[in-house]
């Protein structure tokens, strides 16, 4: 049943990897903020598919002044 339960978590972890990385590939960098409000993913999923992509190298994360700045590796 363990098992059951983390792999839904990972299966969610990768659909939200998935919604991140089509936003940015359509729509361009984006503020972590803008894609929390654009995003039907709570602020926990959204922080666990930016992992996801940086793990997977395929995000750079640059701190802004005020926030930080996703955008698609070329």
């Known amino acids: 049943m363990a098992t059951d339960v983390l ?35 709570t602020r926990d999923q959204l922080m666990q598919g930016l992992g996801w992509l940086a793990r997977e190298d395929k995000i750079l994360i640059q701190e802004g002044p005020r926030s930080k700045v996703v955008a698609l590796k070329l």
Request: charge should be negative.
């Open 7 to 41: 792999d839904a978590g990972v299966d969610t972890i990768g659909l939200a990897a998935g919604q991140i990385w089509q936003y940015l590939h359509d729509q361009g960098p984006a503020a972590v903020s803008k894609l929390v409000k654009d995003l039907d993913l």
